[in-house]
């Protein structure tokens, strides 16, 4: 275990938690904790654009040193009293409170060491059961590459078309703390776990510090702690139902318990052996695929699964732009300035940071601004010009007539105002991002915003399985908090859903939309829920999205990227929401009478709904938290505990590539001897298509599997054809044209082979057993080819341009006749 990298890595982020405290503080000024949490996520924005930008002139040291200095700079102006400064005097322009300072760095150290100790037991990047590949290679292409966007080492010649940003931010990482990417990988995905604890922790603790109070009577400090607590178990710990629900059915009775299989096998992707098999089958990786058709991550499958993946590395940032949203959903109405600057100023580029991060959720940064201008106490209506605002002004309308009409179109206009400003938010944030938009984030593989048909939507079975304990929790909380005069039209109202839902094939509308429309009506009809219901709001809208429009494009089949990368931000929401939202289920039933001497704001508290303290609430209470943690933990604890069942050949490592030499001996002093090259040379090898002929009734698996690119993706020189991942960035003809190329250079003619091996700037060809498999017997011989490395059963191959024959080639070519078929299949 190489503890002295562990350390060199604590100390990195050391000095990043410093530099983020005032920045930090100047987000959340007033806040319980004053952002102390998210330090870190700001820290790591602040030094990434910078460097981003300068990377397209000059990627390497000078990218680096401008993204250290505009922390430095941003850091030291936004810690001091620039008044003060004026007056030569020096002070800090905010306080920072320590106690927060310490618990944020104590949940980050413990977030870090966890998944640290977790990937010393599984560090490998394996090609199985994810892209590991992907994200490793990344990572080294980005060290190879001079000047941004890096070179695509699965087609060579031509830049990355994938949103690179999180990994661009490790990269910077890694030279910080001189340490090669085979380390940076693991320690950066611990830094990034521990960045989403943090935040998780800060933003509902703040949340929480103002709510709770007036709910239990607690202390702000308590309260804050309380809630941070239990955003950072149901963020960074909890699980969906599949598992707990497994067990569940085996305590049924036989006749019972097989229906019940049937029921829940009929709506997923188990099967009823599969359900009934018991702790023995128990395998980490079913619990993310519940929904046919579908992937169903959450943050500990995910870190579990060790993908350094786009849609993890942005959930910290994703955070950071719900604590803006935070930010001005408490400024005052007479803070204009702030509320502007907020919008229009801070949220912009963190947007366009994520689109670069992960374009995903790009839109979801946007829309946090959108719901923060809706459901604040301010009117959105002064962040527009005066002429426009006095046209749409809410609060006047209300006044002059209360009626339920009048009501409506206030509202209606308040939202108007909301889309207004949160669309020039959307304008600048997006020229911000222009230069990913229109180069990396383009493509030629094809997409569109498609309907989903009944089809295609899940049923209830599954979305209760994975988004059920949220959905319980949330609907006692909501329904505690907001009036409701007539219960029994409330269950009506649902049940009459479900039914509907049941008919047409939308089981959401009865799942997330009644959790939709209860937020939003506790936000703005009562006023009695606060910002955690915003991203209840913001969580719900994204399950409802998802189950009525998707991307269609070539990354997977149907829907399943689009609820892949939209599932991963609704836990993120919904877990900080519910960090306040569980404690104020269980406290806010506890006695009443503490809260009149706690110093929460009266004329907030007196809108709260003041139920009987009846012990049953209490008991009932109690009950639902007890059966939501021990449901939601399960998994967590038999997963966890069978990651470390057993270490890594060679004792425990952080090693993300010790396994080649381990597991594929031959290859480790190969790839090794790539690794040692110079710049970023094209290299040959079978192209990584998802089946090759394995025999003549048979195919054997290659993409996900060792078969595919092991040198291109270990090192990042760029290979001709990599991952058929590429038919979603290029388009599908253009990938197999590839593919037919690197099959005619490997089987074809002198002639052929010499003119595609100069089209593409072929410099080494890699033959290994992968080669072989797929061409049979392959051997290069002449005054153009030259072994340069030969290792076990891989041969390498250098090309001498200058001596290949030379001829006028007059037509397209082809692929010689027994030459394997190639393309994407």
Known sequence: MEYALVARWLVLYAALFALGLPLAARLLPDARGRGAGLAIPIALVVLSVPAYWVGHLAWGPLALASGVLALLVASALAGLDLGALREREVRPAVDVDRDAVTDAALVFLVGFLLVVAIRSFDPAVYPVGGEKFLDFGLLKTLRRSPVL????????????????????????????????????????????????????????????????????????????????????????????????????????????????????????????????AGA?????????????????????????????????????????????????????????????????????PIAAWQAVQNTWSFPSVLALGWLAAV??????????????????????????????????????????????????????????????????????????????????????????????????????YLLARVRIECAWALVLAVGWAAYIGHRIGFAALAVSVPILVLAWVGLRA????????????????????????????????????TVFKTYMQVWVFWGTAMGVAFPGLVLGTFDRERAAGSDADPDHDSRLRRAPDFP????????????????????????????????????????????????????????????????????????????????????????????????????????????????????????????????????????????LLREYEVQYIWVSPNERARYGSVSFSGAAFEVVHRSGDVTIYGVDHAALPRVAVTSSLEVPPGAPAGGAR
């Open 616 to 755: 049953w609430r209490r008991v009932g209470a109690v009950g639902l938290a007890v059966l939501l943690v021990a449901s939601t933990s399960v998994y967590g604890v038999i997963a966890v505990g069978a990651h470390f069942q057993s270490a890594p050949a060679g004792g425990a490592t952080l090693d993300a590539t010790q396994f080649v030499e381990t597991q594929h001996p031959g290859y480790d002093r190969a790839i090794a001897w790539v690794d040692d090259l110079e710049g970023q040379p094209t290299i040959l090898e079978a192209p990584g298509t998802r089946y090759y002929p394995g025999g003549s009734d048979q195919r054997e698996r290659v993409m996900y599997s060792w078969h595919a690119n092991p040198a291109s993706s270990l090192t990042g020189v760029p290979t001709v054809a990599g991952w058929q991942h590429e038919v979603g960035y290029r388009g599908r003809e253009a990938y197999r044209e590839r593919v037919r190329d690197v099959d005619a250079i490997y089987t074809g003619n002198a002639t052929v082979r010499a003119e």
């Open 149 to 276: 966007p890096p070179e695509d080492f699965w087609f060579a010649n031509e830049p990355v078309k994938y949103y690179y940003g999180g990994h661009l931010t490790a990269t910077l990482l890694g030279w910080l703390a001189a340490m090669p990417p085979r380390f940076a990988y693991n320690l950066a995905l611990a830094g990034f776990y521990a960045a989403l604890l943090s935040a998780a922790f800060e933003l509902a603790g703040a949340v929480g510090a103002d709510r709770l109070p007036s709910l239990s009577g607690l202390s702000p400090h308590r309260a804050r702690r309380i809630a941070g607590a239990c955003a950072v178990f149901f963020v960074g710990v909890a699980s969906n139902l599949a598992t707990a629900g497994r067990f569940a059915l085996l305590a049924l009775p036989e006749p019972l318990r097989r229906s019940a299989a049937e029921l829940v096998a009929a709506q997923s992707q188990y099967t009823v052996d599969r359900i009934l």
């Open 280 to 348: 023995d089958s128990f395998s980490y990786w079913s619990a993310s695929r519940i929904i046919p058709g579908t992937i169903n991550e959450f943050p500990l499958f995910a870190w579990l699964n060790g993908d350094l993946h786009a849609h993890m590395i942005g959930t910290p940032t994703l955070l950071l732009a719900a604590a803006v949203g935070y930010s001005y959903y408490r400024a005052p109405e007479s803070a204009l300035l702030r509320r502007r600057a907020l919008l229009f100023a801070v949220l912009p």
């Open 375 to 476: 459901f604040a106490p301010a009117a959105p209506t002064t962040l527009l010009p005066a002429a426009l605002a006095r046209r749409l002004d809410t609060d006047a309308d209300v006044a002059a007539d209360a009626s339920a009409p009048a009501r409506l179109r206030a509202e209606l206009r308040r939202v108007g105002a909301a889309t207004l400003a949160a669309a020039v938010a959307a304008l600048v944030a997006a020229v911000l991002a222009s230069p990913f938009l229109l180069g990396a984030a383009t493509g030629a593989g094809g997409r569109s915003i498609e309907f989903l048909g009944p089809a295609m939507r899940s049923g209830f079975g599954g979305l209760l399985i994975v988004h059920g304990a949220f959905v319980v929790g949330f609907a006692a």
């Open 526 to 561: 009562s006023r009695s829920l606060g910002y955690e219901a915003v991203l209840v709001v913001a969580g719900a809208g994204l399950v409802t999205l998802v189950e009525l429009v998707y991307v269609k494009e070539q990354a997977g089949p149907g829907r399943m990227n």
